[in-house]
C-alpha cells in the first residue's frame, strides 16, 4: 500500500562547485538527483512514508541513475517509464548567496515532458492517500494532459490533492498560459502550496493573510504559504496561524521548500483516514514539525543528501523547543 505518490518533473540538478557566482561564472556542476515532487517523494520515504513517483527519464545513464537513486531511499519507481527519443531533463544551477538561486533547465522538451496518459500507473493513483504535484508538467503535452488525468483518477478514488505551484518563468513560453494552468489546478487542488512570490503571481496582492483567504475560496482546503527564513502560514476555513522559521546556519536553501511540504504530508498520513487536517488542533504542531524538516535541509549542501530521517527531525525538535 502507498501513502503518497507524487508526479511531475524528474530530472539532474547540475549544483554549482561554489557558491556566490552568478550564473555565467560557475567554474564546475556537479550532478545531483532533483526534481520538486521527486524531491518529496524521498523526503517523504526517508520520514516513515511509503512514497511512489511518476514520470519520465531519458533512456541514457542520467535516467538510470535518477531511478536508481529513488529505489536506493525507499521510493517506489514502478510509475516512471524511460523515453528512447528525449534525454533526460537537466538544469544548471548558480547561487549568488546561500538563499537565492538562478536556474537554466536544458528541456527542449526533456523526458519528463514525455509521459503520456496512457503510460500513467493508475493502481499507484487509485490507491495513494494523497497526490502531490507541481507546475512544471504542466508547460506543455502530453505531459499536462496526463497531469490533469492523474488528478482525476486520484480524486474519484478519495485521494487528498496537493500542490505546489513552483513556477519557473524561464520555462513558459506566455505567462498568461502559465497562470491559466495553474489556475485549473488551484480549483482541483485541497492542498495548496505557495511562496511569498507566487501568490503575488497568483492574485497581484502581496499581503499573505488577504491572499491566502482570497485562494481559499477557490477550492483549496487549505493553503500553505512558505517564506523562507521568515516562517511560514496556513489558512484553512477553520484555522490561521503563522509558523516562524527555526534559525539555523543556511548552507544551500535549495528543496528545504519540497522537505517542508513532505514533512507536512507525512504528518497528515501518519495521523490517518480521519485526521481534520484544516484544524488548528493539527496544523500548529504539524507546521513546526515541516519547518523543522526544512530547516535541516537548509543545513547540507545538495536536496536528496540533506533530506532528513524521523529520528534525525525529533532529535532537532527536541534540541530547538
Known sequence: MIDLVTLGEILIDMFPMEIGCRLGEVTAFLPKPGGAPANVAVAASKLGIKSAFIGKVGQDAFGEKLISSLADQGVETRGICKDAI???????????DEFSAEIIFYRNPGADLCLRED???????ENAMIFHSGSLSLVDDPA???????VRIAQSSGGIVS?????????WDDPNAALEQIWKMVHLTDILKCNENEIQLLTGLSEVEKVAEQLLL????????TMGQLGSYYCSRIARGFMPAFKVKTVDSIGCGDAFIAGLLSRIIKEGKGVDYQSEEFLKPAFRYASA????TALTKGVIPALPSASQVDEFLAQNP
Open 218 to 225: 477557490e477550492g483549496p482546503k487549505l493553503v500553505v504559504v
Open 119 to 125: 503510460e500513467l500507473d493508475k493502481p499507484l493513483l
Open 163 to 171: 500542490f505546489d505551484v513552483n513556477f519557473r518563468p524561464t520555462l
Open 293 to 296: 524538516v526544512g530547516a535541516i
Open 86 to 96: 528525449y534525454r533526460t531533463t537537466m538544469a544548471l544551477i548558480a547561487m549568488p
Open 144 to 150: 499536462r494532459s496526463a497531469h490533469f488525468a492523474a
